[in-house]
């Protein structure tokens, strides 16, 4: 029998949130004794969450690197709080996702002492591919629970089942087992000869320019959806629309898929309902950016990857030419 590998699915240096620094486990996490098992073993590695916040390392560069907490850490909070089994790392070490969020700031003063709490989506560039997976896998677990307490067909309570990849609902008489769920999202690069398409939404940091993206509605494919968010935000015609890559996306909930595009032509018809800004920029406006008003995302994002990408091919074709 073929033995699946998730380990070797990783590049040598993963990017960022993109590759699971764990094997999932799915046949142990169907055992009802696992999570008492685990949650007795000092061994057991614990992934703080509180309210959207992963637990980051107090050493090094700022959210460089995750901190996992042992029994011992996190014991006054285990009674009461969501735990999750996300799997195990290339150690064969189990870790479990504690989700904190229902404590107030004072009761966890004593995690201070080991690390601090922080936003994923302003995690330094140096984190690595199986901190940033684990973190993000986390996060998306604990919001997923939080919005699951209730079932969506009768409106009962639901209880977390399966080491927590499940929730049912607690009447028997309904029966409904919700899974855990993610929103897929297309992000393209939109590009016309020497230019590239960037917008920004109004509640985005202040000068901050990125690729347009948009949710696939129900029954679309992603390059249907990719083509309809430009077009529907910049009134520009889209071809030779190409997957690019993917990443994990859990703010709160999103598979973000990557797109390039070529634009039919540069005219723009911005919808500011949908955007406050979309212009053209040409490659020798975006590498003066960071002297003037305007950012480009951080680099964990697939948006500021697919900037950067094309940014690189004018460079190396300026070069080959
Ligand atoms: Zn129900």
Redesign the pocket.
């Known amino acids: 029998m073929a033995i699946f590998d998730p380990f070797k699915l990783h590049p040598a240096n993963p990017y960022h949130l993109d590759y699971s620094g764990l094997d999932r486990d799915d046949v142990s996490r169907k055992s009802p004794r696992l999570l008492g098992k685990l949650l007795s073993n000092p061994k057991t590695k614990f992934v703080p969450v509180w309210r959207s916040q992963n637990f980051f390392s107090k050493q090094g560069r700022p959210l460089s690197a995750m901190r996992v907490l042992n029994l011992k850490n996190v014991s006054r909070f285990i009674d009461t709080a969501e735990i999750i089994y996300l799997g195990r790392d290339r150690n064969q070490e189990a870790h479990l996702c504690i989700d904190l969020s229902q404590f107030e700031p004072v009761m966890l003063d004593p995690l201070n002492n080991f690390g601090v709490f922080g936003d994923l989506r302003q995690a330094d560039i140096s984190i690595s591919g199986d901190d940033g997976s684990i973190m993000g896998y986390a996060r998306a677990m604990c919001h997923w629970h939080q919005q699951n307490k209730h079932?969506s067909?009768?409106?009962?309570n639901t209880v977390s089942a399966d080491s927590g990849h499940h929730r049912k609902?607690k009447?028997n008489y309904?029966g409904?087992i919700l899974f855990p769920r993610t929103d897929p999202a297309v992000i393209i690069a939109v590009t016309f000869e020497n230019q590239i398409l960037l917008g920004r939404q109004s509640d985005w940091p202040k000068g901050m320019l990125s690729v347009l993206a948009g949710f696939v509605e129900p029954g679309e494919t992603p390059e249907h959806a990719a083509a309809r968010e430009v077009f529907e935000e910049a009134g520009v015609l889209t071809k030779n629309i190409v997957y690019q890559y993917s990443q994990p996306w859990p703010f709160p909930a999103s598979l973000m898929l990557g797109f390039t595009g070529e634009a039919e032509s540069t005219d723009l018809t911005v919808n500011t309902d949908e955007v406050e800004m979309a212009a053209w920029f040409t490659r020798e406006e975006i590498d003066l950016f960071d002297v003037g008003d305007f950012h480009l995302p951080n680099k964990l994002s697939i948006s500021r990857r697919l900037i950067d990408d094309w940014l690189l091919k004018g460079k190396s074709h300026n070069t080959a030419t």
Do not use: A, V
Not at 153 to 156: E, F, L, Y
């Open positions: 079932c067909s009768c409106g009962s609902c009447k309904c409904t």
